[in-house]
């Protein structure tokens, strides 16, 4: 069932009053979509905040009360202070309960790879979301995947993970979605230093003979 929220419309148009909006914890949006004109609206932050606090987070899907009309609505997009974090403005866009739409939905992982932890890797996700098509109705809070029987070889596909009835993925069937990294070192043997031949003062060795046209000390003949 649709979560009801609440709006203002008929908002002054500019940044100074958007930020004006802002600093009264009141956040300039607007709701479009279905061949509707845009309609430019104003939600309290507190009662967007409470809107979206359930499971499905900011994939919920609202019920708009603009003036006397609502409309069933998803946040299409949240843009937010880039130091601040907090959001200053929303795109709604109103949906149709019945027709196929696309959203990204989170994804988690659930379980324990004995196997992997047992050869020091770690188990982990490649993506955040995954893109999903499917009514409203159908749009799943977040996508839960069983690592517990992957191997330190083992990756999985998006086209290998089980989603819910009526829900299918977008995008391609081979993207890896969960990967195992290695997180043990391998000891490295020490390699020896090579001798080094020829070293200074080395003794030469045993049965060696003078190099060729070197004279020996009692050889040497006294000069005129």
Same mark, same amino acid.
Do not use: C
């Given at each position: ?20 909006? !802002?600093?009264? /914890?009141?956040? @300039? *949006?607007? $709701? ?5 004109? =845009? +309609? %430019?609206?104003? &939600? ?21 009360? !603009?003036?006397? /009309?609502?409309? @069933? *609505?998803? $946040? ?5 202070? =880039? +130091? %601040?974090?907090? &959001? ?38 490649? +993506? ?97």
């Amino acid at each position: 069932m649709p979560t009801s929220l609440k709006t203002k419309v008929g908002r002054t148009i500019g940044s100074a009053e958007s930020r004006r909006l !802002v600093l009264a /914890d009141q956040i @300039p *949006a607007v $709701v479009y979509g279905h061949g509707m004109t =845009p +309609v %430019k609206i104003t &939600v309290d932050r507190r009662d967007l905040r409470i809107a979206l606090a359930g499971p499905a987070g900011a994939n919920t899907i609202l019920e708009l009360q !603009v003036g006397d /009309d609502k409309y @069933p *609505a998803i $946040v299409k997009e949240m843009q937010r202070d =880039p +130091v %601040k974090r907090v &959001v200053r403005h929303v795109d709604f866009m109103q949906i149709s309960l019945t027709e196929l739409i696309t959203m990204d939905v989170p994804v988690h992982l659930k379980g324990t790879a004995k196997a992997v932890l047992a050869d020091g890797g770690l188990v982990d996700a490649t +993506v955040n979301t995954i893109q999903v098509r499917a009514t409203a109705t159908n749009i799943p809070n977040e996508i839960l995947i069983d690592v517990t029987d992957m191997g330190m070889q083992d990756v999985i596909r998006l086209a290998e993970i089980q989603l819910p009835t009526g829900v299918t993925a977008v995008g391609d069937p081979d993207l890896v979605v969960v990967t195992v990294l290695t997180t043990k070192i391998e000891e490295v043997a020490p390699v020896a230093a090579a001798a080094v031949e020829g070293e200074a003062g080395a003794a030469p060795a045993a049965g060696a003979t003078p190099e060729a046209g070197a004279a020996s000390a009692g050889d040497a003949k006294p000069s005129a």
